[in-house]
């Protein structure tokens, strides 16, 4: 899973109570070492406004303390925080949708610890629409497939409280990333959402290619 990339796929959610509703749209994520973010391309860090701008300040931003740092060490002193064994991390890398025409907007950005080029965690960076605010979440992977299970802790939709449970599945291949979360309230499923991405090459021919498929990704999810 080394090296900059992109991952093409699709993100779903399905609401089983009180009324069954599914929705799923194509999505196209930003999959950056940020152990190594020398190497991320020029065009992407380059000001504020264009089609896909990585931007540290759209991190974390519910961490002012960390404002300073660079996002690699932010992730890490974050993830410390919740427990996480990090001092042994070789890589860490971001996956999230970038800036789009200068709007940033991402229910859900990811970051992925690796030692060994296996997968040690997942810090899991949830921001709620209606409030504005963001919370983070500590599940612990292995190689291959990972299921974890905790408290919901933080409100994301009005319409799901907090007696809850998150149960994670993780699914990390070279080519594929499988993301499930299932809410729970009493051991019946109340809630799930979904991300099901294939990498690609992050060249300046995909990147057209994405800009073509989706030119306007953050305004049409807000939307």
């Known amino acids: 899973m080394g090296g900059h990339a992109l991952?093409?796929?699709e993100v779903g959610h399905q609401r089983l109570t009180?009324?069954?509703?599914?929705?799923?749209?194509?999505?196209?994520?930003?999959?950056?070492e940020l152990t190594a973010a020398d190497s991320i391309p020029a065009s992407l860090c380059r000001g504020n406004f264009g089609a896909f701008r990585f931007r540290r300040h759209d991190y974390m931003q519910n961490r002012a303390d960390l404002a300073a740092l660079d996002l690699a060490t932010a992730a890490s002193q974050c993830a410390s925080e919740l427990g996480a064994q990090v001092n042994g991390a070789e890589q860490i890398f971001l996956l999230s949708p970038l800036a789009n025409w200068g709007r940033y907007f991402s229910p859900l950005t990811q970051y992925y610890f690796y030692r060994d080029g296996k997968p040690l965690y997942?810090?899991?960076?949830?921001?709620?629409?209606?409030?504005?605010e963001r919370h983070h979440y500590l599940v612990p992977l292995q190689?291959?497939?990972?299921?974890?299970?905790?408290?919901?802790?933080?409100?994301?939709?009005?319409?799901?409280?907090l007696d809850m449970q998150y149960h994670w599945q993780v699914?990390?291949?070279?080519?594929?990333?499988?993301?499930?979360?299932?809410n729970y309230r009493q051991e019946q499923k109340i809630f799930s959402a979904w991300y099901r991405l294939s990498r690609q090459?992050?060249?300046?021919?995909?990147?057209?290619?994405a800009l073509i498929r989706q030119p306007w990704q953050n305004v049409q999810v807000i939307m």
């Open 7 to 9: 991952f093409v796929g």
């Open 18 to 32: 009180p009324k069954r509703h599914q929705l799923n749209y194509p999505i196209q994520y930003f999959w950056l």
């Open 122 to 132: 997942l810090l899991a960076e949830v921001s709620n629409t209606p409030w504005n």
């Open 143 to 161: 190689e291959g497939s990972s299921t974890y299970s905790q408290q919901k802790a933080f409100h994301v939709s009005p319409f799901n409280q």
């Open 171 to 182: 699914r990390t291949q070279p080519q594929q990333l499988q993301l499930v979360i299932e």
């Open 201 to 209: 090459p992050l060249t300046q021919q995909s990147l057209r290619q």
